[in-house]
C-alpha cells in the first residue's frame, strides 16, 4: 500500500481536472479482431486479488472472530471492554497476569462480585457485533473460579437494549478449563453486544472470550467469514497476495510480520499492533491490532479454497521507508533467508519434513504447490537491490522452481521506478511488481503503457492499483463508475500486452465501512452485509472471461489522440477449451457508440453469443449496502447475423462479449 500523503503526490492532479473529455466518435466505427492471428499465451493466474489487513480487513473482517481484545493483551488491557455495574452492585475488575493460562499472552480478566446485584463486562466487538436470526453462535472462554459458586449468564444484547439469547454457566472448575456454550439470537441485529454478568458472590477468572458465528466459511471452526470469501470466489481468481502490504515491512522492524508467529496454536499467537492503527491523523484507528487468527496457514488454505495461487510477500530486512526505513545489516540477513526457506517448505516440503510437518500437524498432509514468493513489498533504492540480491542468491540455488517477485517502488514512473528497473533487468528478475493509485485520466491515457516494454525482459506483475476518485489518500475517494470504467479500459492494456503483464491485482481489497482507513476499496463490509463496488465487477468480468491466448483488435474510426481518453478501448482473446472469442471493450463517453464488430479469419459465427454489459446513467454512481447491485453486469443472449454485425454500446459502459464460432 501506497503512502503518497508523506512524500506529496509526485504527479500533478491539476492537469486531470481538467481532463478532455473522450474525442468525438465518427458514425459507425469498426472494430476487426484478427481470430486468424493469435498472438500471446494469457497466464492462467493472471487476474487475482491483493489482502492486507488494512481497513480492519482480518480482524473485524475476514477473520470471523465477533469479540475484540478476546485476550485482554491490548496495551490498554480494556480495549472494546467496558464495565457493567448498576448502582446496587458491588464487585471488582482487575486485569492480572500471575498464574496465566498461557504466558505467550498472559493477561485475563478477574471479575469479583459480592452478590448484591448483576456485575460484569460488555464487549462490543468491531463497531457493533453483527448477529443474525436462526443462526447459531459459539460462545468459550477459559474460565476458572477462585472462590464462592457465582452464576455467569452469557447475553447477547440488541442495539436496543433487548434481550437476544441468554445461556448460564455454572459449576466452574478451579483450574483453567475451556467452557463453552450456545446462543441463538431471537432477532437480526447490526449492533449487537456480548454480555458477561456475575449473579451470587464469587470470583472468576475469564481469558479468551470468544464469539463465533457457527455458520463460517466451509463451517470450519474459528474460521473466515463465510460472506467475505464467497465474494472471493466469485471473482474466480488466478492469485492471491497476502499478507499485505505495508504490514509486511512494519513502521519498524519489531513490528514487521513474521509469518511463524501465525502458525502456532491460536492462543500462543502473540498480538501485533498493526501499522495502520497510527499512520493516518484523518482516520484514527487506536483499537487496531492483529490478533493473527488469520494467519499463514488460513491464508494458504484459502488460496486452496476458492482456487487461487499463494503469492506470499515476506519482509527483506526493511522497515517500512515511508516510517523508520530502518535496515538489517547485510551481515545479519541470514534469519530473513531461511524464513524464506523455511516458508517454501512449509508450503510444499512433504510432511516428513521438518516445516512440512508443523502444515501437517495444522490439518493438511499434502502440499500447497506454492509457486511464488515476493521479496519485501515496495521497497526501492539500493539498500534495496543489496538485500533482494541476497536473497536471490540462495533462494534460485536451493529453489529454481520458485518465481520471485521484486520490487519497483511505490509510483508507476519516477525516480524510484526508474532507478529500479534496469538495475532488476540486469539482476534477470523473475517478476517486477509495479503499483500505481492514480486520478481516471491516468489510467484511461496508459493504456499503451506496456506495449514499448522490453519483451524478453522481466515480467510484469501490477500489483497494486486503483483509480482515485479525488485524489490518492482522499477520504473523500468513492468507488464510482468512472473510476470502474478507468479500470476496465486500463486492463485491456494489460490483457494486450499478456506476454509482459503476467498478473494484476487490485487494492485494496476489503473495507469495513465503520472501520476504514483507506478508501477506495474493492468490497465494503459491515457487522452484516457485504457488497461489491463497480471495480469488483470490472476485475469479476475480466477473471470470469480470462481466455487462453491474446487476439489482435483493430479499432478503425475510434481513434484520439494519445493525451485523450479514447472514444473505445477494446481487447480480446479466445478459450482454448470452448473455442469462443471473448471481446471486451469499454465505451467511457456520455453517448451510445454503434460499431459495426467484424472477425477476420473466421468464417462463420455460431448463432448462440453472449453479452454482460456494465453501465450506469452517471459517472458518480455507485453501489451500496443498500443497492449493492445498482451497477453490475447485465447478462443476455443474442444472435450475430454474421460478420461484421452491428453492436451498439451504451454510454459510460464496459462489455463483454463472448463469440462461438459455427
Same mark, same amino acid.
Given at each position: ?10 504527479? %500533478?492532479?491539476?492537469? /486531470? ?37 488494512? &481497513? ?6 475476514? =477473520? ?6 478476546? !485476550? ?22 482487575? #486485569? ?26 460488555? &464487549? ?15 460462545? *468459550? ?7 464462592? %459458586?457465582?452464576?455467569?449468564? #452469557? ?50 477468572? /475469564? ?42 515491512? !512494519? ?62 510477500? $515476506? ?28 516458508? #517454501? ?7 516428513? %519434513?521438518?516445516? !512440512? ?19 519485501? &513489498? ?6 534495496? $537491490?543489496?538485500? =533482494? ?75 497494486? =492499483? ?13 468507488? &464510482?463508475?468512472? /473510476? ?42 459491515? /457487522?452484516?452485509?457485504? =457488497? ?8 469479476? +468480468? ?56 467484424? +472477425? ?10 453472449? *453479452?454482460?454489459? +456494465? ?37 459510460? %459502459? ?9
Amino acid at each position: 500500500m501506497k503512502k503518497l500523503f508523506l512524500l506529496g503526490f509526485v504527479a %500533478s492532479l491539476a492537469d /486531470c481536472v481538467a481532463a478532455p473529455p473522450p474525442a468525438a466518435t465518427p458514425a459507425s466505427p469498426t472494430l476487426t479482431i484478427q481470430t486468424d492471428r493469435p498472438g500471446a499465451d494469457i497466464n492462467p493466474a493472471m487476474w487475482g486479488i491483493f489482502f492486507e489487513d488494512i &481497513n480492519f480487513g482480518a480482524d473485524g473482517g475476514l =477473520y470471523a472472530e465477533l469479540v475484540k481484545n478476546r !485476550g485482554f493483551e491490548f496495551p490498554d488491557p480494556m480495549t472494546g471492554w467496558m464495565k457493567i455495574s448498576p448502582s446496587l452492585a458491588q464487585g471488582e475488575l482487575s #486485569i492480572r497476569d500471575e498464574d496465566a493460562f498461557d504466558p505467550a499472552n498472559p493477561h485475563y480478566v478477574r471479575i469479583h462480585s459480592e452478590g448484591k446485584a448483576h456485575f460484569g463486562i460488555s &464487549n462490543q466487538g468491531f463497531r457493533g457485533i453483527g448477529l443474525h436470526e436462526g443462526e447459531t453462535y459459539d460462545f *468459550s472462554a477459559q474460565i476458572r473460579l477462585l472462590d464462592g %459458586s457465582p452464576r455467569l449468564n #452469557i447475553n447477547l444484547v440488541g442495539g436496543d437494549g433487548t434481550m437476544l439469547a441468554s445461556v448460564s454457566l455454572t459449576n466452574f472448575p478451579s483450574r483453567w478449563e475451556k467452557i463453552a456454550a450456545e446462543l441463538h439470537p431471537k432477532a437480526t441485529d447490526p449492533n449487537a453486544r456480548l454480555d458477561l454478568i456475575m449473579e451470587g458472590r464469587g470470583t472468576v477468572d /475469564c481469558d479468551l472470550i470468544s464469539l463465533f458465528p457457527r455458520h463460517t466459511w466451509k463451517n470450519r471452526p474459528g474460521g473466515l467469514r463465510a460472506d467475505m470469501v464467497q465474494m472471493l470466489a466469485d471473482l474466480k481468481p488466478g492469485f492471491m497476495r497476502f499478507p499485505g502490504g505495508c504490514i509486511v515491512e !512494519g513502521s519498524q522492524l519489531d513490528r514487521r510480520y513474521q509469518w511463524k508467529n501465525t502458525i502456532l496454536p491460536v492462543p500462543d499467537r502473540k498480538l501485533l499492533v498493526n501499522r495502520w492503527n497510527y499512520e493516518f491523523e484523518h482516520r484514527p484507528t487506536p483499537d487496531y491490532f492483529q490478533s493473527f487468527g488469520l494467519g499463514f496457514y488460513e491464508f494458504f488454505q484459502l488460496c486452496e479454497d476458492i482456487g487461487a495461487q499463494p503469492l506470499p510477500i $515476506l519482509n527483506c530486512g526493511m522497515a517500512c521507508q515511508f516510517n523508520s526505513g530502518e535496515l538489517v545489516p547485510l551481515a545479519e540477513l541470514q534469519p530473513y533467508i531461511q524464513d524464506a526457506l523455511d516458508l #517454501i517448505e512449509f508450503a510444499n516440503g512433504p510432511a516428513g %519434513s521438518v516445516w !512440512g510437518a508443523k502444515r501437517a500437524a495444522l490439518g493438511h498432509p499434502a502440499p500447497f504447490n506454492m509457486k511464488m514468493m515476493g521479496v519485501g &513489498n515496495e521497497q526501492w533504492g539500493p539498500q534495496y $537491490l543489496e538485500r =533482494y540480491a541476497a536473497f536471490a542468491k540462495v533462494l534460485k540455488t536451493q529453489h529454481p522452481e520458485i518465481m520471485l517477485v521484486t520490487d519497483s517502488g511505490p509510483s508507476p514512473a519516477d525516480d524510484r521506478f526508474n532507478f529500479l528497473w534496469p538495475k532488476l533487468r540486469e539482476l534477470r528478475a523473475d517478476i517486477v511488481d509495479e503499483h500505481c493509485y492514480d486520478h481516471p485520466l491516468w489510467f484511461f491515457t496508459n493504456t499503451a503503457r506496456y506495449d514499448h516494454y522490453d519483451r524478453n525482459g522481466p515480467k510484469v506483475f501490477m500489483g497494486e =492499483y486503483a483509480a482515485q476518485s479525488v485524489d490518492v489518500v482522499s477520504p473523500k475517494n468513492r468507488n &464510482n463508475l468512472e /473510476c470502474a470504467l478507468a479500470e476496465a479500459a486500463w486492463l485491456t492494456g494489460l490483457e494486450r500486452n499478456a506476454d509482459v503483464v503476467r498478473m494484476a491485482s487490485y487494492a485494496p481489497l476489503f473495507a469495513n465501512a465503520g472501520a476504514w482507513q483507506w478508501t477506495p476499496d474493492l468490497i465494503w463490509v459491515d /457487522c452484516l452485509r457485504v =457488497y461489491g463496488t463497480p471495480s469488483y465487477y470490472v476485475q469479476q +468480468l475480466f477473471s470470469r472471461n480470462r481466455g487462453d491466448t491474446v487476439l489482435p483488435v483493430e479499432l478503425r474510426g475510434a481513434v484520439a489522440p494519445p493525451s485523450q481518453i479514447q472514444p473505445l478501448y477494446a481487447s480480446a482473446a479466445r478459450d482454448g477449451q470452448t473455442r469462443e472469442i471473448i471481446l471486451k471493450v469499454v465505451n467511457p463517453g456520455a453517448a451510445a457508440t454503434a460499431a459495426q464488430i467484424a +472477425l477476420a479469419g473466421l468464417a462463420k459465427i455460431g448463432l448462440d453469443a453472449t *453479452s454482460a454489459v +456494465l453501465a450506469g446513467a452517471s459517472l458518480s454512481d455507485a453501489n451500496s449496502f443498500d443497492d449493492p447491485r445498482k451497477i453490475s453486469p447485465v447478462q443476455s443472449q443474442f444472435h450475430p447475423p454474421g460478420s461484421p454485425f452491428p453492436w451498439t454500446f451504451p454510454p459510460h %459502459s464496459f462489455t463483454v462479449l463472448r463469440l462461438k464460432p459455427e
